[in-house]
């Protein structure tokens, strides 16, 4: 079965459980907009960032190009065929990896925790912040909505 591999770049802080429901959340939501679309036999597999950083073995800087970049071993396909954020702000490293994957053809999304996912088309800086300092902007150049917690 064809499969569909979507990075999901949560935030550090986030807890494990609200990591879990996010994946399955988006897992869902991606399936559901592909059977919507007539592509039908794909399965959706989400990977956490905190998974992916934990099975990695590589640094900062080489992680987040192997997020972005990075091929399945052994073939020409992608790790991760799109990115997915649930958040409106980023911070250092998932703007980073953005902006490579935006750079190298990759359709990116925002999540916005219900039932929609917009196309990104950019991670702004915004402030000097390593941690949210980096706005969304999605396609149509308008800001994804930010709520301070």
Do not use: N
């Not at 950019?122 to 300092?133: D, H, L, M, Y």
């Amino acid at each position: 079965m064809p499969e569909l591999r979507v990075f999901y770049a949560h935030g550090k802080a986030v807890g494990d459980d609200e990591i879990d429901r996010g994946k399955a959340a988006v897992a869902a939501l991606v399936a559901a907009r592909l059977a919507r679309k007539g592509v039908v036999g794909f399965h959706v597999e989400v990977v956490s960032g905190l998974d992916d950083w934990h099975r990695s073995g590589v640094g900062w800087d080489g992680w987040t190009r192997r997020v972005a970049l990075s091929t399945k071993p052994g073939t020409p396909e992608p790790l991760y065929h799109t990115i997915v954020s649930p958040d409106a702000r980023v911070g250092r490293a998932t703007a980073g990896i953005l902006a490579m994957a935006l750079r190298a053809g990759k359709r990116c999304f925002w999540w916005d925790g219900a039932d929609g996912l917009f196309l990104v088309a950019e991670a702004r800086k915004v402030s000097t912040s390593w941690q949210g300092g980096h706005a969304l902007i999605l396609a149509g150049g308008l800001a994804a909505p930010h709520v301070d917690s």
